[in-house]
Structure formats: structure tokens, C-alpha cells
């Protein structure tokens, strides 16, 4: 990079960013925070910053963990922001308004206990597992994605997986209580 | 093998040896093996214990078959939206437009390609700002910057301030600050101690330190005192400073001085060639204020130099007598330095003995009427206790007698201490209890969920703290934080407790991860105007070498963010100064027995630069 903000050079290189990176940048960001269109959102944000800050790339080998870094860093003024600001979840009927089908495949993909268990770990940990899992980041990339030293990573890293061990056990302690609830409720006994 | 190369080996190979059980170990290690090879022997050890553990083999196993079934979400996220690059280019068009800065669309470039206006007219012109000629900003913008999130090694985007690091395209420098004196001690060449302050009127931006020439005092003075400094403390309002040393016996003394009152030469540059005048700032450029406005030292305020026996629970008094100070001889590493003919008489007094300091929090209040620390009898018989020493008394004296408080920082005119709640197992992680006490009746008075070991910024809005657990040291006195996050959130002491189930009050800014990473020892110190702090974390091994960060406040918002060129993680030794619109630190010793360097960083509204000082051996900054 040039090191001084040229627009031309940026418009150019957030066109390439874009054309190699968006899908799995708005994959991490769905991710993380579960609504498509707030992921488009962020997405858009994201872009945008990088376009803003190009002169801050100083290597373009490393533009794909930096552009990570840019998204995470999205994500968490979201959810921080979420955090600050509380959200209600919307508890009426909706009127004249059927869920997308965008929407109903989300939720069939989010609803599995991995996906719940993921979304009740810290947001940083769960940050690290999606991007060395799923999206394949190296511990180098890991670390500057997150910000992070290379040590402080992979310590999020391990931290992450004790805390995912727990919440799926959890979950799934909770999936067989409620299924023996169920066939409780249901047993021939209970109806006679 | 240098200290720094050293710690960084032991940082890399940060190995945890206080577990509190073999299936801790070995848990912990079944989960990190999945992203790093274990050392062999830890490996071996792993298998030899799995095969013998049945509840930890099958959390073993459940953390390989959580991967997998972690992988099987590849398939499960949907496509972006068709429409979302045409969303985002005309975001930014709308952005460039709202800026003033063009018309959407304008072809530039040699490939006629369709261009994106920029949008930050600030960041443009930051770029070619060539020296910004200014006074000490303290609350600056550095717009367009991402927030930070934590701590670590210096990511790829922001390189710390170090000479070695990669380095982006060159900017004019220098540039012109405002920045408050650094002082610090040192041995020159002779081995004798020396007293010197520098002005910081300009700084080369992080990748231009070469076109900075080294600083240095060229009149330094000799000071003669019977300890070895360790940490220096100067009073926001008298040229007096305490000192933490350690006596010929090996225990800590605390003691007083006057500073020598040789003039300080603002802004002299070590001469890098042949013409020494040619790095000398210019006499026209923002004058540099001096760090504590320096008046005469006042005699009265200094404790008498034959005590009368002391109050203090467990401290002995043991005068340290008498200091000198005069001209230091020129050092090899001291280019030209010239010789102040008067000496200075200074008087060392010491304020508490016998006993060994604990941590790094020691402080001024400010108004520099007292001066605050924690400290533990040499004989490590019983735990910690808040000090205090009233500016003039022969004394300091515990205002705690808990064995178990540490002093956190000021609060106005109030000390802030902390302590663990207690419990029947030494080793277990407990909660923590903070509160006021007042400096002259010892009265506490406590405070709802302030953490631990809170460090108010001097407007008393926002607030670093520990928020989690603390647990003993193996020594069994040493208290140090356990599971949590060093965070920052506002500071509310007479608000109600914060819930402990993730929720806080809608009216109260989400607290904000500073750090991440394992630490134990911390310091954390603002500067005036609470927009700039700055974070030290000792070393895990070596609580001698730390990693230093500087990192600015939205004091509106809360919104952390660290602008180029800011130390971030970069080594530096224990006590650093922030004030005046710069922060100071030393660098552990060099390798090839080279010694520390002073690392000073300034900034201006718009920019960040640095200097650094020849070489010095056995170096303390004055903080």
C-alpha cells in the first residue's frame, strides 16, 4: 500500500476485496450474529471500512485476515451495541407478514444444538472457534483477525472449546429432559 | 541470551505449573492440543494419564467430536444477498457525497474503471499532514480508526513503536509536540546514579525513528543515595519524588527526595553527526511544559531526616541519610553531555523501611498532599496493607490492618483499596470487595461491585478494573487476578451492584475488554485529562519485563480505540509516566549488554510520533 489514501486505489481494492471475500465475511458474520439481514449490514459496514481505512493495509498478503479483523471488530460493536441497547424479542403475532423463506432456512440451520450452544459463549471465543474451524484461518491470520497476539489466540482458542464443551453438554442435557418430559406427558400411562 | 529474548521465549512457552489437580492438566491440555503440538514430554505425559482416566479421556474425546461436529456447519449458511455490492458502492458513494468530496462515480485511473469516492476527508488530510505544529491535545480524534477490542501482540495493521517491526511508506517528520519533561534515573559511566529530564518538543512518526536523534540530558546530575532505585514517583506539585529502592540488606525502602533543580534542556537531541545543533528543536516551536511545574523544592514538605519512631505496625525506620546529587561524569553512551558546574544538595528521608512493596500501584493523590501504597512486612510474615504518607510527616502508616488490602488508585481525594473476600481455602478463586477509605481517619467505605483494584481516571467517570475472580499466589500472600477480564467500564460508586448474570443497566456503557491473555501483576495509569491510558501487564514468567500499551478514551462514549504508532504491547520494563500529552517508558536491556532506552511517545491531535534515549544502564522513569 501507498501509505497515503487514494481513492482511486481504494475504489479499486475494495472491488477486489469484495469480489474475493464477501461470501465467507458475510458467512462469519451471519454467524455470528444469526440474522441475515443484519449479516448484510455488517457486511456493507465492514466493506466500507476497509475502503475508509485502506492506507492502514500494509501488506496486501495479509488482506484477508485484515479484512477479518474489520469484521470481527463490526460484529462486536454490534453485539455491544445490542448489549447496551436491549432488544425484545418480538412476542405478538405478526400481521400480514409471513416469515421469509430466507428466514424459516436460517432457522432450520440455526436451531441445531451446536449452533445454540455456540451463540451462549462469549462472543470473542465464539469469533475465534468460527474463524479457525470454518473459516480456516491460520494461527497467524487467527491472531491478527482478533487482534490479538499469537499466544493470546490460541489461549481464546482453547477457552473457547472448554466453554463449548460445557454448553453443549448443557444443551444437550436440557434436549433430554425435555424429550423425557415430553414422553412423560405422552406415555400410555399418563392417559389412562 | 538477552532478558527480552528470554521473556519472549517464556511467552511463547507460557506454561501454567499451579494446577490444582492432574485432570486439570490434563483437560486442558486434551483442548489445546487441537490447535498446537504439545512439547513431547507434556504429550507423553497426556496420553499417560488419558490411558489411565476415564473422565478425562472422554472430554478428550468430546472436544474432537465437538470439532467435528462443529465443521458440519460449513454447509449451513446462506448465500449474501444479490444486491450487496450494490448496496455497499452506494453507501460509500453516499458517504463521499455527504463529505463534500465529488461527484459518484468519476472515472479516474488507468483503467477507466468506475471509481468510489473517499469519504474521509480527515484521513486524507491526515495523510499529508507533513508536522503539525501544536499544543498537547489531550482529548484527540484520530477519526476513521477502528476500536480496539484487546490486548495482544501488535496486529498486523498497527505495528507497536518498535525500530524493528515492519514498516510502512515513509511520512515527513518530524513532528512538533507539546509534551511535558521525562525524567528518569540512570548509572553512567563511572556506575554512579544520575538524575535526567528532557523536554519532548518534537517526535518522528513510528516508522521515521531514525530521523530522530536520540535524546539525552546534558546536564545530568549525580545523585548519591544509599539504595537502589526501583521506582520513582514525582509529586504533581513540588519537585520532590518518592523513591522505592532496595537497601544493602535486600529489603524495599521508601524515602524522599528533592530533585536536583539543574534546568532541564527541552528537546536536546544526542548530535547524530557532526553538527550538534542540528537536531536541537527550534526555540520558536510549542514550548514544552514542564511535567510537574517544577517549583523550587520545598523543605518543609519533606519528612525530617531523624524520624521519630515509627507508628507503623511492622516497619522499621531506618533513615537513608543524606543524598548529594552534582554533575555526572560523560558517559560513553552520552553524547556530549555538558556539565552543570554547580552541585546539587538534595536529602534522602526514609518514609518506611522493613517492609517489601507490593505492586505497581503506588501513587500521588492528586493534589500531592499524600502518597498511597501497598506493602507487606519484609519477613513476608503477614499479608498486604494500604500505606499512606502525608507529604511532611517522618512516616507513612498503614491505614489497613487486614493483611489482605491492596491500595487501587485515587479517587478525588480518596484512596480506593481492594481485598479478596476471604475463605477457609487459601488456593481457592474468591470474590473481591473494593472500597474508599479516607486518607486521614482510615475510614472505608464500601463500594458495590467495583471490581477489583479499580483505577479511576481524574474526572471519576471511567473506571479499569478487574472483574472476576482473584485467587493467592503460592505464597500464600500474594493476591492476584484469577478468571475474568481487565475491563473498562464506567465507575458509579454509589450505584447499585451490577448484576453478575451478563446484564447491566441499560443507562451504564457495556463494559469493554481491555486485555486478553494471562497476567497477574498489572498497572494501569491515566493521564490528566482521562482521555489517554495506559496498560502494563508483567510477564507471567518474569514479572520484571511487561508488555506496555497506550490507548485512548472516548470519554463520551467509552469507545476505546489506539491510534497509529501508539506503543501496543511493546516491551518495557515496570513504572512508566504518562502526563502532558506523553508517555515514557524504559525497554528491557538490549542484547550485546547494551542498556535500557527511554521510549517516549507524544501525540497532537493528529498524530503520533516517538523518540528514543541512548542507551542507559540500570534506568527507572519517573512517573
Known sequence: ?192 | MSRLSRAARRRVGRERHDWSSAHERARLRAAERLDTSLEPTEAAWLQEHLAGCDACRSIADAYEADRLALRDLRGTTLPPPRDLWARTSAAIERDAAAHGLGQPGTPSGASGRTRRLPALGVLSGMAVIAVVVGISVISGGFLGQPPITALGQPPATQPAVDPGSSLPPPRPTPIAVGAGNVDWFGTDGQGNLAYSTTGVREVCAHDQRPDCAPVFDPNARRVSIDARPKSIFRSPVENQAVVVGTDAAGDDVVFVIALPTADPTPGVSAPPTTDPTESATPPTASPATQSSGTPAPTRSSLPSSTPPPTPTASPTDSPSGPATTEPTTPTPSSPDPMVSPEPTMATAVAIVSGVRIVGQSAAYSPDGAWFAFTARPSDDSVGPDIYVWRVGDALARPLTTDHASVFASWAGLQMLGSRPVSSDDATAEVQSTSFLIDPHSGMETPLAGAGWRPVIDPTGQWAIVWEGTVRREADGLTTVPATGALILRRFQPTAVPYPTDGAYPTDVAYPTDVVDGEFREYDVRWDQSGSWLAVWLADMSDPAIGRLSLLHLDPATGTLDQPPGAPRDVAALPGFSISDGRIAWATPPGQGGEGSRIQIVAWTADAVGGVESVPIEDVVVVR
Open chain 1, 1 to 192: 500500500m501507498s501509505g497515503v489514501w487514494d481513492r482511486d486505489e481504494a475504489g479499486a481494492f475494495v472491488e477486489t476485496l469484495f469480489a474475493r471475500h464477501h461470501g465467507e465475511i458475510y458467512a462469519y458474520l451471519l454467524r455470528m450474529l444469526r440474522e441475515p439481514e443484519l449479516a448484510a449490514d455488517l457486511a456493507q459496514d465492514a466493506f466500507i471500512k476497509a475502503y475508509k481505512n485502506y492506507d492502514t493495509l500494509e501488506k496486501p498478503e495479509n488482506a484477508r485476515a485484515w479484512l477479518y479483523q474489520i469484521a470481527h471488530r463490526v460484529a462486536l460493536d454490534e453485539i455491544r451495541r445490542r448489549k447496551i441497547i436491549r432488544f425484545f424479542p418480538w412476542t405478538g403475532e405478526s400481521h400480514g407478514s409471513a416469515p421469509s423463506a430466507e428466514h424459516l432456512v436460517m432457522d432450520a440451520n440455526l436451531s441445531g444444538d451446536m449452533q445454540r450452544a455456540l451463540a451462549q459463549i462469549p462472543e470473542r471465543q465464539r469469533a475465534a472457534l468460527l474463524l479457525a474451524e470454518l473459516h480456516d484461518l491460520t494461527g497467524v491470520e487467527l491472531a491478527a483477525a482478533l487482534g490479538v497476539s499469537h499466544v493470546a489466540a490460541r489461549a481464546l482458542l482453547t477457552r473457547a472449546r472448554q466453554s463449548l464443551r460445557q454448553a453443549l453438554a448443557a444443551e444437550r442435557a436440557a434436549e433430554a429432559e425435555a424429550e423425557a418430559n415430553h414422553t412423560a406427558a405422552h406415555s400410555p400411562e399418563r392417559h389412562r
